[in-house]
């Protein structure tokens, strides 16, 4: 039952985005408000005001703008701490070592050098091989 699932979260298709969008606009809601209720305020109480829409050159309100580039910047490290780290993580702990190629080539018996599988004689010593 969990293999099934695996196997699902795994594979790249259309329904595994759908439901990572749909996830996703669930999750946003969780991020926006660790966000705004632990992140904001921590950085309010080392700078002082966690509110920068006071600020104004004239009618450009340049506080809403700045709170903006904040509120994205720590939803982007959260996403990114939180889920994207997470995630690949998880994924290369899963993924399967490669099997070794097979071999092309052996050695020779009597001088040690590789040879091609084929091969009746060796290039290097003339010696037959089996």
Do not use: W
């Not at 993580?89 to 020779?108: D, F, G, N, Q």
């Amino acid at each position: 039952m969990l293999k099934g699932f695996r196997d699902f979260v795994f594979r790249g298709n259309v329904i595994d985005l759908a439901v990572g969008v749909i996830i996703g606009g669930a999750f946003g809601t969780v991020v926006t408000s660790l966000v705004k209720d632990v992140f904001t305020p921590f950085i309010g109480a080392m700078v002082g005001k966690p509110d920068f829409s006071a600020i104004k050159a004239g009618p450009v309100l340049i506080g809403n703008f700045l709170n903006a580039v904040i509120a994205f910047l720590l939803v982007a490290l959260a996403v990114y701490f939180f889920i994207v780290l997470p995630a690949n993580a998880l994924a290369a702990r899963m993924k399967k070592p490669e099997a070794p190629a097979a071999p092309t080539t052996k050695p020779c018996p009597e001088c040690l050098s590789d040879i091609p599988l084929a091969a009746k004689r060796c290039a290097h010593c003339a010696q037959p091989v089996a």
